[in-house]
Each structure stands twice: as structure tokens, then as C-alpha cells.
């Protein structure tokens, strides 16, 4: 499922950020600049990769020896309509035209792995995609599109499907440990759906930059799930945080608007491919949530 081009690690001429302000642009900046890596990030304010004369302005800026990264997308709390959906092709669209009229050396691409469906509860790179709402068919589709574009243009393509990602910085909110931490804070309580009892993967955001990392610098092709391949309740999730917490804290549970899902990674991919690669244990990463949101 994945190649590697460069046979040793090589820092990359320059690497090229679509994305600016959101969770994971943001870790790679930190993590990049730390390494002294040579960067160029483009953000909407900059270049607003929906916008028809984005492509002829997106190549200008690329150079041939440069790895492009795509972290720009709308997420499920800018929108889950069709617009939204439109818009997030649009910008897909923009970088195959600019790919396609001057070619990089290398992108990469965070999908989600939205892509898959609830019907399948262990997931490996080799499960069929089988989204059920918008945001699974944009990144799907995103992909793609974006496979086929380098494909022709001969650049190595990458697709990374993130889990559920956890950390300082997160601007989503979604339900799970970075909600967990913030209400923990704010309301001295934690809401779990039902008894909590949905099982799930979270993978530290310091994991996701690492991990992009060694994809870069082997200049990395094919799909890779960027998972911690260990999936926990939620209950369990809570019950952590609530030790770690300064203060006393209360676990509630609210009324679910479903069944139980359950969904698990296996990892047998990206250790063979990356075998140096140790993830962030689950209370190891939410002790520096718990400890970092103090800070704030």
C-alpha cells in the first residue's frame, strides 16, 4: 500500500502548507520549523483555493523540488450541506490543475477516515470506502480526483486518513477528549453519550506531524490510516481525564440519538513502513492535554 521514493530519509527542499489556522497546519508549523525545514504555508486569506484564478496563482508559487501538503479543507462544523461540499471539490480541483501545469515533487493529502462506514468495525488500508454522509464523499471524492491528477502528472501521491485527533490547538470540538477537557475545565463535568460505551481510536496530534514527517522525508506514496491502532471507550476516555484533572469533576451521561458504533485500526501497514514509529500512549497524550489546558 505505500512506497517510498527517497530509499534513505531526505528533509525536502521546501514544503509547501495548504492550511494555515487549522489543528493540524498549525502542528506542522511547529514541528517543520523545529527541524529547520525550508516552508511556504498558504492560507485562505492568502490564497483562497475555491476561487476560479487560484490554480494559475498556486502554480506561480510551486517549484518543482517542492512537497505540497493539502490540509485545507471545510470541516463538518463550517457546514454539512452541498455548498459546503462544492466548495471543499473546488479547492481539490484547484490543486490537480495547478499539480497538473507545474508538477512538485511530492504531495500529500489528509483525508479522514469518515470515508469508511459504520457497517465495518475493524478497519485496515485495504477496506472498501463507504461513506454515509457529505463530509466522507467530499474526502473520497478529493482523493480521487487528486490520485488521478498525479497520476498523470507522475508525482508521487500520498493520502493520509486520520482517526479522531487529540490535542492542544484543536479548533473542532468534536466529541471526544478535546471537548472532554475543555467542559472538564469550564463546567466541572463530562458528557457521555449513553454510558459512553462507543469505542473508538484517538491519535495524538504530535503523532500526526511525526508520522507526516517520515512520509516527507521518504517522499512516501499510497494510503496510509494514521491511527494509534488502539481503540477505547469513551467511558474510559473520561474516567482518565477525570483522574488527571486538578479539581473534582462529574461524569454524566445524556441521551444517545443511536445505537453503539465501534470502530478499530489495525497498523500493519505503517509498521512495515515506518518501523521507527512509536505512537503516544492514550494517557500519556491526555496527561499533556489535561496539563497544557492548565496552562492556558
Not at 465501534?262 to 500512549?281: D, I, W
Amino acid at each position: 500500500m505505500l512506497a517510498h521514493h527517497n530509499q534513505a530519509p531526505s528533509a525536502p527542499s521546501r514544503v509547501v502548507i495548504l492550511g494555515r489556522n487549522g489543528f493540524v497546519p498549525a502542528a506542522l508549523r511547529v514541528k517543520f520549523e523545529a527541524l529547520g525545514w525550508r516552508l511556504l504555508v498558504l492560507g485562505s486569506e492568502s490564497l483562497d483555493l475555491t476561487l476560479p484564478n487560484s490554480a494559475k496563482r498556486l502554480a506561480e508559487a510551486i517549484a518543482p523540488d517542492d512537497a505540497v501538503v493539502m490540509a485545507s479543507a471545510l470541516t463538518p462544523e463550517k457546514g454539512k450541506d452541498t455548498a459546503t461540499l462544492i466548495r471543499n471539490l473546488q479547492m481539490a480541483q484547484t490543486v490537480a490543475a495547478a499539480l497538473a501545469s507545474r508538477p512538485c515533487a511530492h504531495l500529500l493529502y489528509y483525508g479522514s477516515d469518515s470515508v469508511y462506514g459504520w457497517d465495518t468495525s475493524v478497519i485496515d488500508e485495504a477496506t472498501p470506502p463507504s461513506p454515509d454522509n457529505l463530509y466522507g464523499v467530499m474526502h473520497l471524492a478529493r482523493e480521487l480526483a487528486l490520485r488521478e491528477a498525479m497520476a498523470k502528472a507522475g508525482v508521487p501521491f500520498c493520502v493520509l486518513r486520520p482517526c479522531a485527533i487529540f490535542g492542544t490547538g484543536d479548533t473542532h470540538n468534536a466529541y471526544g477528549p478535546n471537548r472532554f477537557v475543555r467542559t472538564a475545565f469550564s463546567d466541572g463535568r463530562i458528557e457521555l453519550f449513553g454510558t459512553g460505551e462507543d469505542t473508538r481510536d484517538h491519535v495524538h496530534i504530535d503523532d500526526v506531524a511525526t508520522i507526516t514527517r517520515h512520509v516527507l522525508e521518504r517522499r512516501t506514496s499510497g494510503l496510509l490510516n494514521l491511527t494509534s491502532g488502539k481503540a477505547v471507550a469513551f467511558a474510559r476516555v473520561a474516567g482518565i481525564i477525570q483522574g488527571l484533572m486538578p479539581r473534582k469533576i462529574s461524569i454524566v451521561t445524556v441521551s444517545r440519538a443511536g445505537a453503539a458504533t465501534h470502530r478499530s485500526f489495525t497498523t500493519a501497514v505503517r509498521s512495515g513502513a515506518f518501523p521507527e514509529f512509536a505512537p503516544t500512549p492514550l494517557s500519556d497524550g491526555l496527561a499533556r492535554l489535561v496539563s497544557e489546558h492548565r496552562a492556558i
